[in-house]
């Protein structure tokens, strides 16, 4: 059984950072791209960023880049999004999947977690 668990979720400003994590168990966890995705209230499931299994090879969404960072620990097997000069349109709840590629897709995705809240204030 996949298990995927974010945390680190929370309140922040506008203009401040957090950090998120996603610990994995129950499969090879470097033998797999990670991604990471976010709903807003009434609003699709929307792609924020995604990584190879190696860590290699990086993409993101564009209304994220350049202030938010993916990246992994497979000697951890977790997952990070590092998070900086938030917006409040960022808020969102934000989860953590597990593939077979750095697809933008939430359909190449196999295994999701639970989803950790991420609220941003003006």
């Known amino acids: 059984q996949v298990q995927l668990v974010e945390s680190g979720g929370g309140l922040v400003q506008a203009g401040g950072s957090l950090r998120l994590s996603c610990a994995a168990s129950g499969r090879t966890f470097n033998n797999y791209a990670m991604g990471w995705f976010r709903q807003a209230p009434g609003k699709e499931r929307e792609f924020v960023a995604a990584i190879t299994w190696g860590g290699g090879y990086t993409r993101y969404a564009d209304s994220v880049k350049a202030r938010f960072t993916i990246s992994r620990d497979n000697a951890k097997n977790t997952l990070y999004l590092q998070m900086n000069s938030m917006k409040p349109e960022d808020t969102a709840v934000y989860y953590c999947?597990?593939?077979?590629?750095?697809?933008?897709?939430?359909?190449?995705?196999?295994?999701w977690g639970q989803g950790t809240q991420v609220t941003v204030s003006s």
């Open positions: 999947a597990s593939g077979r590629s750095r697809s933008a897709s939430a359909k190449e995705y196999d295994y």
